[in-house]
């Protein structure tokens, strides 16, 4: 489609009928109010599932627009590879920090894990207030489809859950230059489907990385520095995306 449009909107996929789209509330707001569009004006709106509509305002009311679709384009912004970061719970800012960030890299799935060195609660964990950064994230960024959240789940649980998955990876200070993720991805450039777990304030423990080795993981190393949990997950996302043949 064209990229002549430097905004994009976010339409819930059931207010989607046909040829008419029908924006609400904060979304309805943010183009009648801050961007002045009024009747007659085009705009895009993705509905979150992969699909972007080229659309033209028909009615512009208080808490809604309705609009009429002119075109339709699948896909828009977004990465053959499917990649998921499992997340060590960290502090509820730095958490949301990297939720938003890693949106707009390419993530495609975010998974907090509660560790042995998690010491933040998991009451202190806001799925729809991710959720809410997300959907904020694909729009800047001109992506098509949300990423899925998941509320926290435990070290041993997110292993079990990639039995599926081609390439899993997790993070170990420990490794030094042994094994950096740059040379483990060298293998994969055509991967579609990569899992790369990533830990708390303090990393991961000697029984967890034993753990996830038996469940197939391979541990890799970010180099020579220590990273902060939300730096290490940004600067993994980009490695194994740089390194894959589609981005």
């Not at 609009?67 to 998921?84: D, M, N, V, W, Y």
Request: a positive charge; hydrophobic letters at 40%; proline letters at 3%.
């Amino acid at each position: 489609m064209k990229d002549k449009f430097s905004e994009t909107s976010y339409v819930l996929p059931e207010n989607v009928h046909g040829k008419e789209l029908v924006l609400l509330k904060d979304e309805a707001h943010h183009l009648s109010r801050v961007l002045r569009q009024r009747r007659g004006d085009l705009f895009v709106a993705t509905d979150g599932l992969g699909l972007t509509f080229e659309c033209k305002i028909v009615t512009v009311e208080k808490d809604r627009i309705i609009a009429s679709i002119h075109g339709q384009f699948s896909g828009r912004g977004e990465l053959k590879l499917k990649l998921t970061l499992a997340l060590g719970l960290i502090r509820r800012d730095k958490f949301e920090w990297a939720v938003e960030k890693c949106t707009e890299l390419g993530v495609t799935r975010f998974l907090p894990v509660i560790t042995d060195k998690t010491v933040v609660h998991t009451n202190t964990f806001r799925l729809e207030r991710c959720k809410r950064i997300s959907i904020s994230a694909i729009k800047q960024c001109c992506r098509s489809k949300l990423p899925t959240i998941a509320p926290p789940l435990s070290f041993d649980d997110m292993l079990a859950s990639f039995r599926d998955v081609r390439v899993r990876l997790i993070a170990h200070e420990s490794l030094g230059e042994e094994m950096r993720l740059p040379t483990a991805m060298a293998g994969f450039a055509d991967c579609d489907s990569v899992v790369i777990c990533i830990g708390p304030e303090g990393g991961f423990t000697e029984s967890e990385v034993a753990r996830s080795i038996e469940h197939g993981f391979m541990p890799v190393s970010l180099g020579a520095r220590r990273l902060r949990s939300e730096t290490a997950a940004v600067a993994a996302v980009s490695v194994i995306l740089g390194a894959c043949s589609e981005i």
